[in-house]
């Protein structure tokens, strides 16, 4: 309900109810969830619009079919793939190559990280060491590994876990080094002890940097892998690539090109919202 006018002209403090005006944080959700639903019409626009595009230059024949298939031969060759199996075969390979990279990568360089990040001395040794490998791309020492292992499984496997096991160590390690001191000193004024403390404080307050971790180590396991089947495989998705390549099978190419690229945006638009759950109740540094 409004104050009356002469109340308000006269100086008089009036009670306003709150219901009546619209808070802060109300407008804010607003202005974020238009936001949001105008970046998801500009960007569906922009998808169907180079759709279009695409399909004209490829009916049009202004570009040669064997570099650039039309769409809708993509989606011929996408369902054709999908309905001999061939394609939920080859995904599967790829993806247990990386899962199972990723969790060795949890695995080790995520414990490896913290106590990295707790223990200065530790850091001292370790971060030489690491700062050489994290600049150097994995996918260089494909050639040794496939000497070793041979070609298959766990080659693609330990290349995944190599670069999975640098994202996380370097991110973690950063984000315990960056723990805000004062939560440290309350554990240490209630005489905590270390266990106690790692478990309560150094865990907790890593697990933003945990997960901005698993994005960057799941994105470029992904491009990993797909590279290392490019190079020396039987199976998988940058097989697909390779075998119908050198076949001039243009669009199954594509589909296989189209698949990888779906199951990154999948995997990063999932880390994505769970990394904003774990920042919103995250206190600020």
Do not use: C
Not at 35 to 51: E, H, I, K
């Amino acid at each position: 309900m409004a104050p009356p006018a002469d109340a308000r002209a006269a100086g008089v403090p009036v009670a306003i109810d709150p219901s009546s005006t619209p808070t802060v944080d109300a407008r804010g959700a607003a202005a974020s969830r238009r936001n949001r639903r105008g970046r998801s019409t500009l960007g569906l626009v922009s998808v169907l619009a180079g759709l279009i595009l695409w399909e004209f230059a490829g009916t049009r024949g202004w570009v040669n079919p064997i570099i650039l298939s039309p769409p809708h031969a993509v989606a011929v060759a996408g369902v054709e793939l999908a309905r001999s199996g061939e394609l939920t075969r080859h995904v599967g390979i790829s993806l247990r190559e990386l899962g199972v990279g990723l969790a060795l990568a949890v695995a080790v360089g995520v414990p490896v990280g913290v106590v990295a990040g707790w223990s200065r001395r530790l850091s001292w040794v370790l971060r030489p060491l690491t700062a050489v490998f994290y600049a150097t791309p994995v996918i260089v020492f494909a050639p040794l590994i496939v000497a070793w292992l041979g070609i298959g499984f766990w080659d693609k496997v330990l290349l995944v876990f190599l670069e999975g096991f640098f994202q996380f160590f370097v991110t973690v390690s950063a984000g315990v080094g960056a723990l805000n001191e004062a939560w440290l000193r309350v554990a240490t004024a209630f005489a905590a002890g270390p266990r106690f403390t790692l478990r309560t404080v150094v865990l907790p307050g890593s697990v933003p940097y945990m997960v901005a971790g698993a994005r960057l180590a799941t994105g470029r396991g992904l491009v990993t892998v797909v590279v290392a089947e490019l190079l020396a495989s039987t199976a998988g998705l940058g097989w697909m690539v390779a075998y119908y390549g050198q076949n001039f099978k243009t669009p199954y190419v594509y589909v296989a090109l189209v698949v990888t690229a779906g199951l990154g945006m999948l995997a990063d638009a999932g880390l994505r919202r769970l990394e904003r759950r774990v920042e919103r109740w995250r206190p600020a540094a």
